[in-house]
């Protein structure tokens, strides 16, 4: 078995949509401009995908009160300083400082606009 998708409910899908696809590295393989406004979007190596929608009739969780280590969505760059920086300038914020782990690899916590948690992360060695 394999991971498809995984899904968050946001205000905004559209919108959300496209700062995954601009600033993530993301391609919009599927996108509705009917509600639920629903959006597929691909990692850049096709082997996951983010569904982002907007569905009124359950609540929006409240991204922004969520400590990022309940839940957050993990990114592998190649730069995580540049990435880092490029993210806040296109709405990101932070959610701390930029650490380093025992073993060499390098991560952030962000959040998207709509406060949805981020990692990025610079391994030293890819797990996969």
């Known amino acids: 078995m394999d991971i498809e998708h995984f899904a968050l409910n946001v205000q905004d899908p559209s919108r959300a ?11 919009i393989v599927k996108g509705s401009k009917e509600p639920p406004y629903t959006h597929f ?14 569905r009124p009739q359950v609540s929006i969780p ?14 592998s760059v190649d730069n995580l300083k540049e ?10 914020s932070s959610e701390g400082a930029i650490t380093s782990t ?7 916590m962000l959040r998207d606009p709509w406060g949805v948690p981020i990692q990025l992360v610079q391994r030293k060695i890819k797990l996969i």
């Open 17 to 27: 949509a496209k700062w995954y696809q601009d600033n993530m590295g993301m391609r």
């Open 41 to 54: 979007l691909a990692d850049k190596a096709d082997h996951v995908m983010l569904e982002i929608y907007h």
């Open 62 to 75: 409240d991204y922004n009160a969520m400590d990022p280590l309940v839940m957050h969505i993990a990114f």
């Open 83 to 92: 990435t880092h920086e490029k993210l806040l300038s296109a709405g990101a």
């Open 102 to 108: 025992e073993d060499g690899n390098e991560l952030a």
